[in-house]
């Protein structure tokens, strides 16, 4: 029984713990890749991701991005989706912890926040002390876009400005169209918000908002932080708690009514609230969340939509912020990867099921977190028949 509970202590202590941060669309995507990539390869890693929406999309999208030489039996993901880890209690984030260390016993743990959380709330959970001795929390990592910054909307958002205040290092892409005195402004409202943030400007990234290689000198400087203490955790600070109102529906094949079905029993099958892997198909969810509004819709994979009637529509949602998916098309199956300022598709190999997934902004204009007012009033019953009209 001793060396039983010795050898439990040892899995869960001092393990390094790093935080990915940054706002909807900032580029965490490509950081979080180079720093798997930069992997020693006799090591074992875990990576934990918060999805706002239950469709889960990011897994795969980080999983299929990884470079051939890397073994990706060494990464362990993990993904608690349903809503942000760091605005509901910790329950989900301790299971989900647990399992990743008792399963695996990786030698590092990154986890990536979505991007509409506000990480104080985070950090202080990870200070908490049940986690003290088990996690070892390194420099919180915040990637920040040079486009979004520059437009006030952003600049002014709550939001937006969160994840800057609780970083220890500050990862800058996109910023090719700055000017010196533009980069200057930058780094200026930076220090109003952050005056000991660590700031890296990610060459090759705003150069290639796509491209999921860093230069040298940032993948050097990014390893550092990685065995860099976070002053920032050390604060254990707090953040007000919004809840959530959540609504589901199951979609129907083309041409027949939409029936009401309960989330609850779909999520009570998964702990991790993502939807059922055994839910009927097709499947449609939209939920409130904050100032946004998500939604999501899974496919049976013989479901064939056309591919370019398929990227019109979804660039139609109004006030869209965020649409990812892995959808099987009339030209294979894609993975789609769009932010206002960057629409990226790719080939991908055969799924088991199409998934799509969108963040549209709330038309709340009392609302002063509102990135662009926009009405966002959406029939959804009309959104699924259009999108099964596009089945081939």
Not at 13 to 23: A, D, E, R
Not at 105 to 124: D, K, V
Not at 209 to 217: H, V
């Amino acid at each position: 029984m001793i060396n039983a509970a010795s050898k439990k202590s040892t899995v869960f202590q001092n393990i390094p713990c790093t935080l990915v941060t940054g706002f909807l669309g900032s580029g965490k995507t490509t950081v979080i890749n180079q720093l798997l990539a930069s992997k020693p390869i006799d090591e074992r890693w875990a990576l934990l991701i918060n999805e706002f929406g239950r469709i889960g999309i990011d897994g795969s999208l980080l999983a299929s991005s990884q470079d051939e030489a890397v073994d990706k039996n060494s990464i362990a993901i993990r993904e608690v989706s349903g809503g942000c880890i760091c605005c509901t209690s910790q329950l989900p984030l301790q299971i989900a912890i647990s399992r990743l260390l008792s399963d695996h016993h990786p030698q590092r743990l990154i986890i990536e926040p979505t991007g509409l959380a506000h990480p104080r709330e985070l950090i202080h959970q990870l200070s908490a002390p049940h986690w003290q001795t088990a996690l070892q929390m390194q420099a919180v990592i915040t990637v920040l876009s040079g486009v979004q910054w520059q437009q006030d909307k952003y600049r002014s958002h709550d939001g937006f400005q969160a994840h800057v205040k609780d970083a220890d290092v500050l990862v800058i892409n996109r910023y090719a169209h700055l000017s010196d005195s533009g980069k200057q402004a930058l780094q200026a409202w930076i220090a109003k918000l952050n005056t000991q943030v660590h700031i890296i400007w990610a060459s090759t990234v705003q150069a290639a908002p796509d491209n999921d290689s860093l230069a040298t000198t940032d993948i050097t400087a990014l390893n550092n932080q990685l065995a860099t203490p976070s002053h920032i955790i050390a604060q254990q600070r707090t953040v007000n708690i919004n809840h959530p109102q959540k609504r589901s529906v199951g979609l129907r094949p083309p041409n027949t009514a939409l029936s009401p079905t309960s989330l609850s029993s779909a999520t009570q099958a998964n702990e991790d609230n993502l939807v059922s892997a055994d839910v009927e198909l097709p499947y449609r969810y939209h939920e409130q969340q904050q100032d946004m509004i998500l939604a999501g819709w899974r496919l049976p994979d013989h479901y064939v939509l056309q591919a370019d009637a398929l990227q019109e529509w979804l660039l139609k949602l109004p006030s869209w912020q965020r649409i990812k998916g892995v959808v099987h098309t009339s030209d294979g199956w894609l993975q789609i990867n769009f932010t206002p300022d960057s629409l990226t598709t790719s080939t991908v190999a055969n799924q088991l099921d199409s998934r799509l997934e969108v963040i549209l902004q709330s038309g709340d204009k009392s609302n002063q977190t509102d990135l662009n007012g926009a009405s966002s009033a959406i029939d959804w019953e009309v959104c699924d028949r259009e999108l099964m009209a596009l089945v081939i």
